[in-house]
């Protein structure tokens, strides 16, 4: 595994989001754990639940955690779609991508809920196609 995502699976978009990154992973680069699984704190004790749950982690084969956008871009990068994400990095973007992606992530259940009609996955989990 090159990255190993932590995302919410109780959130829509999110898990929609990964769901169609992983249609994407055919070599298998990228690994998905859900910050709802009872036994993620011991399989990842380095790993600030409460934090992941505020900001998108990424845990590199290095063992570099990537946070937010440098997630999402990586991530994408790493499938071969979606290059335009690669923007969102650049130096005068960054810090206007990065304020917009937190206000995303901290109200992504009420975003969710205007985009899906959903604002939380059934018995906290959404089923990834």
């Known amino acids: 595994m090159e990255l190993t995502i932590f995302y919410d699976s109780a959130c ?3 898990s929609n989001e990964m769901a169609q990154l992983k249609s994407h ?9 859900d910050l709802n ?3 993620l704190a011991e399989r990842y004790p380095m ?11 990424g845990l590199t084969h290095k063992g570099e955690m990537l946070l937010g956008l440098d997630v999402t871009a990586k991530a994408w990068s790493l499938v071969g779609k979606h290059c335009w994400v690669k923007l969102l990095r650049l130096p005068l973007v960054k810090p206007f991508a ?21 604002q939380r996955c059934d018995s906290g989990q959404c089923n990834m196609k």
């Not at 992973?25 to 754990?33: K, M, T, W, Y």
């Not at 790993?47 to 982690?57: F, G, M, P």
């Not at 990065?98 to 959903?118: M, P, V």
């Open 12 to 14: 829509p978009l999110c």
């Open 25 to 33: 992973d055919s070599e298998g680069r990228i690994q998905l754990e």
């Open 37 to 39: 699984a009872d036994d």
């Open 47 to 57: 790993l600030d639940i409460e934090k992941a749950n505020t900001i998108l982690h």
């Open 98 to 118: 990065d304020k917009a992606y937190t206000a995303f992530a901290n109200n992504r259940y009420k975003i969710s809920y205007l985009l899906t009609g959903q």
